[in-house]
């Protein structure tokens, strides 16, 4: 039997690094990436000048997209964010001689996450959940029902409500 034989492959397996290093697509975060780690590394630097280096690994940093020069410090606490405004004509001198070039700096609070947990009804399993309204839901809504006229539309709904509610 003779095969066809099989075309040359021009496409070869690349390393990952490569495809971060591609101007096209992942490149450009990459190089953002790397900005900001070198950014950090002079904001820490200028903060053990200020003695305040214990502050660096509370902040993250990000350039403001609109203006190279405006660079945002996200803190999680108000405290460290009145801390940093009191020292930031210092800092911007400090980032300065470091070579980073910031006219402006702004601080902020980051959220917090949220602290928010959803449980069930005590003593209940989730399959065992009530259905329709509690007796004071439903006192509420019949009170309005008999405050409605009797030949209302929404009189007809609130009771076709009520119906259809399990007790």
């Known amino acids: 039997m003779n095969f066809a034989a099989k075309p040359p492959r021009h496409n070869t397996a690349h390393e990952w690094v490569d495809y971060l290093r591609d101007s096209e697509g992942l490149g450009g975060i990459l190089a953002k990436t790397e900005d900001i780690a070198k ?12 003695d305040l280096e214990n502050l660096a690994q509370k902040i993250e940093l990000s ?10 410090l996200l803190v999680s606490n108000a405290s460290i964010a009145s801390r940093l ?44 959940k009530s259905r329709g309204f509690n007796p004071i839901a439903r006192a509420a809504w019949q009170n309005l029902a008999d405050q409605l006229a009797p030949d209302s539309e929404l009189r007809k709904a609130v009771e076709k409500l009520l119906q259809n509610q399990a007790k």
Request: aromatic fraction near 4%; proline fraction near 6%.
């Open 39 to 50: 950014l950090k590394v002079s904001l820490k630097s200028a903060l053990a000048v200020l």
């Open 85 to 128: 405004q009191q020292i930031l004509p210092s800092l911007i001198n400090e980032l300065s001689k470091k070579g980073v070039l910031c006219s402006t700096i702004k601080v902020q609070l980051k959220p917090a996450p949220s602290a928010w947990e959803i449980k069930s009804e005590q003593g209940q399993k989730p399959s065992e």
């Open 63 to 72: 350039w403001r997209s609109e203006s190279k020069n405006e660079l945002i």
